[in-house]
Structures are given as C-alpha cells and as structure tokens.
C-alpha cells in the first residue's frame, strides 16, 4: 500500500498530510515569468521542480487542474510599490516596440525553453492583461471591505487595518509590520501617499509616459504586481484551493501580499498548502551579471561561457536540477554537471538493458525479489515525502546495480517472481519519463525538436546581437556553429540552418 501523500506547507514550516479540497481533484497554482527577457536558470529550476509535482499528483491518479499565469504587466522595476516604470514598458521603450511585441517575444522564448526541458505545459495559461476587469472588480471589493483606500488615483492596500482584522500579515515570511517600516526604501515615489510604510499598491494611476494603460473607476492606471495572481487563481481554482507554489524568492512581498489581498476581497486565506522551491547558485554564489557570474540556458547547452568545458544537453541539466530536493539550494558547477551526465547516461542505460529482459517463466520470492520490491516501494515512498527526488533517484540507481548484475550473471532471475520483473520494468519506466519528466536524449523519435528548439533560441539570441551591435558575442556564436559544422543563412524571413 502506498504511503500517504505529505507536503511541507511554507505556512506552517511542517509537513502536513495532504487531503485535497474536491477528492480525487487538486488545484495547483504556480506564478509564472515576467515576460520582458529571456528565461533564467533559476525560473528553469522551479519550473522543472513544479513539474515533477504536476506529473506525480497525476501519477497518483489526481485530475489536476494546473494554472501557471504569464506576467505581462504590472511587475515594476525593482519590485517597487510605485512610482517607477513597469518592466515590460521599459524594455519595449528601449526597443522601440509595442509593449506586445515584447510579451509575445520573450513568451514564445520561455515556452521553447519549457519544451526543450520537457516541462509539461499547464491546464490554463492566463494572462494579466486578459484579465484587467477582474482585477479592477477585486479592487472594488477590497475597498468596500474597508482593507484599501484611493489618493490621487492610485489604490493601496490597508496593511494596519488588515493586521489588526485578521492578524496574519506577516505569517508566510515571518515578517512583522514594525520591520517592514525599517525596511521600507525612502527613495520610493509616492511613498508619501501611504497611510504606513508597509501599505501596498493594489492600482496605479499611470505616468503620461507609461505605455500600458486602462480606464478605472480610480484612474487611467494599471494593476499592482501582486493582485493578477489573487484573480486569476480564484478565477479558476475557486476562493479556496489546494497548492500554490512558487521561488522562494515570492514569499514576500508577493505571496504575503496575495494572502492579503485575499483575505480583503474574500475574507479568508486562498490556499492550504504553500509551496516554495529554493534558489539556484553558480559556483556557490548567486549569479550576477556583472560579477561575470551569470548563464543563460543555451550557453549552458552549448558550452558558450567561460565558467563551463563544454555544453550540457537539457536532459542532463533536468537530471542534474533533480538530483537535489526542491527546498535546498542548488548549486551549479562544471564538476557537478559532468558527474550528472554519468548519473544520466546510467540511468538510461539500465533502462535499455532492463527493457531487455525476459524471464524464462521460473522462479521464486526470495531475497532478491522482495530486495527489488522493497526498493520500488522505497522510491514511492520518498516521492510521498514532500517531493523527495534525490532519495528516489537513489533508490533507482540501487536497482541499477540489481540490473546490471542480473545482466552479467551475478544474481539470477530464478531468484525472483517473473511478475516482479514486469513490475520493475513498468516502475523504472514510469519513474523515469513520466514522474521525473526525462527524455532520452540518445533517441531518434524527439531529438531533432530538441535540437530544433536549441537552434531557434541560438539563431534568436545572434539576431539580438546583431541588432545590438554586439559582434563579438554575434561573432562568437558564428564561430561555434562553424566548428560543429552548422551552416546558417540569413534571409528576409529570418535566419536559417542546416547541417554541412
């Protein structure tokens, strides 16, 4: 019998048993990218993460209903409450585009990446500027709540007042509203509009200048950050669902503010388990461009930074992501992600030779039969445990060595049950492409729309180089196809490649 399902609930800092709001259904939210750049290693991390949960809840037999929003307005500029420009508007100011143009660009990029790192797409997909009406009717209903309040066209959210209404502000990330006064930037625009330093913006009157805009009962303005997730996740969860996950990097402001906002319109807390992944690291620190500290996906997959020997193919990169639990810090090296390709390439290899197999129709339940049983039961069990995939990676590679012994002659298939072998093949399958989402890379049948993907996110970044002018990262990634034998043809659809 398989153990009971237990996830580490960020509310209560423990592991609770999960029990679903509908039996049998769970609805998952997880907020999505900003999209005004390119998707970063860390988003790739917490979404592969998030996707393991999607596909063992369904393992488990649950219809999920997976919401994952794309942000495609509202985020500002250092996270500020207001005051400073909207980051999508930046980028398309910069660039000389509509607004949309640069959603559509970078979103197109980040559902490429989720492909090439066979992340699941979800259920629903919305996004903030399909939903502008809803947000201005949750504002509404925070402010007949009496938890908000207007100046000068914009619309704040009433932190004192909710704290001494519900007294939960502060319980997802532990922070108090006298910190937050010690913590609020005095170069913040408008911040003399708040009733408290704490007080958040639900809606913003826009700047003449800012380019993304709606009609309010308040203002010509735009939503706050925090309050697209708050709709739509009602929108399609209802106003009580079963998990929200996200970086841990959202527990605040974002995520506290979502409860907030919550409680202001519905009069309760909107999730009963919180999720949050940890941060990525490069070489044990975080990344930072301007350290020379920093890698974007494709150079990861290429090999085109000076911080790696070679490039890594996606599997790898998801084989080595998985290989630590979703709450720890991940740290990637060089060293680290070559001892994962061998990890990989054994992990698959067991698969082939296991797949292999056949039992001649003898034999009995000794030790080696309930050792196998033991450890497929083993990695079910930690995938029970909050997620565990580096615990039930180790019990697959125990199975290996059972594998590879059966093939050299070691141990003997008379030692188990031919209904066993069959439940080994069928488990180590399962685990391997449909709970931890792996492809073989090796493979014939989706190799080519993985390089495919690579290709057009290469092609698109040496397009930005030349666009801006930068000719030696536009030169070096000519360079690189040359020597791997890739030939590229630019034409007025766009550029093109082939093999030489």
């Known amino acids: 019998m398989m153990k009971e399902l237990q996830i580490h609930n960020s509310l209560t800092g423990k592991k609770e048993v999960f029990k679903p709001v509908n039996e049998g259904h769970v609805g998952l939210y997880v907020c999505g990218p900003t999209v005004y750049s390119d998707v970063h290693l860390g988003n790739c991390r917490s979404f592969v993460s998030f996707d393991v949960v999607y596909r063992y809840l369904m393992y488990l037999g649950y219809k999920v209903r997976y919401v994952r929003n794309i942000t495609d307005v509202g985020h500002l500029e250092g996270d500020a409450d207001s005051g400073e420009e909207d980051k999508i508007s930046k980028r398309a100011r910069l660039e000389q585009l509509e607004p949309m143009e640069i959603v559509q660009r970078y979103m197109n990029g980040f559902h490429e990446m989720m492909h090439i790192l066979n992340v699941l797409p979800p259920n629903i997909e919305p996004r903030a500027t399909g939903h502008i009406l809803e947000q201005i009717d949750m504002v509404q209903a925070i402010l007949g709540n009496g938890l908000a309040y207007e100046k000068n066209g914009s619309v704040y959210f009433d932190t004192v007042k909710f704290a001494e209404k519900y007294g939960v502000y502060g319980a997802l990330s532990g922070r108090k509203i006298e910190d937050l006064i010690a913590e609020s930037r005095d170069n913040l625009k408008n911040q003399e509009e708040k009733n408290h330093p704490s007080d958040f913006a639900i809606w913003i009157k826009a700047a003449p200048e800012h380019l993304m805009r709606w009609k309010s009962p308040w203002s010509v303005g735009f939503p706050g950050w925090h309050l697209e997730c708050s709709v739509m996740s009602t929108k399609y969860l209802g106003e009580t669902f079963d998990i929200h996950g996200g970086g841990s990097d959202l527990k605040f402001p974002h995520h506290e503010n979502e409860i907030a906002q919550n409680y ?36 990861l997959f290429l090999g085109n930074n000076p911080l790696l020997s070679r490039g890594y193919s996606p599997m790898v990169v998801r084989f080595f992501m998985l290989q630590t639990h979703y709450r720890s810090t991940l740290d990637l090296t060089d060293e680290a992600l070559q001892a994962a390709e061998k990890g990989y390439r054994r992990l698959m290899e067991g698969q082939k030779v296991l797949q292999g197999f056949t039992h001649s129709g003898e034999g009995q339940a000794g030790q080696l039969d309930k050792e196998i049983n033991d450890l497929m039961g083993q990695a079910f069990a930690d995938m029970c445990d909050d997620f565990n995939t580096p615990k039930a990676l180790a019990s697959l590679f125990e199975l290996v060595t059972i594998i590879n012994s059966l093939k050299g002659g070691q141990l003997s298939f008379n030692d188990l049950l031919p209904g066993t072998l069959e439940h080994l093949k069928k488990t180590f399958h399962d685990f391997i492409f449909e709970i931890f989402g792996l492809r073989d890379d090796a493979g014939d049948s989706s190799g080519r729309g993985v390089v495919d993907g690579l290709m057009n996110l290469i092609l698109d970044m040496r397009q930005k180089a030349r666009a801006n002018k930068d000719w030696p990262t536009s030169d070096k990634i000519r360079d690189v196809l040359k020597s791997l034998d890739i030939i590229v043809k630019d034409g007025k659809d766009g550029a093109t490649w082939s093999k030489e």
Do not use: F, T
């Open 264 to 299: 202001g319109a519905c009069g309760h807390s909107p999730v009963n388990y919180w999720m949050h992944g940890n941060m990525l690291l490069l070489n044990g620190r975080k990344m930072s461009k301007s350290e020379g500290n920093s890698i974007m996906p494709p150079e």
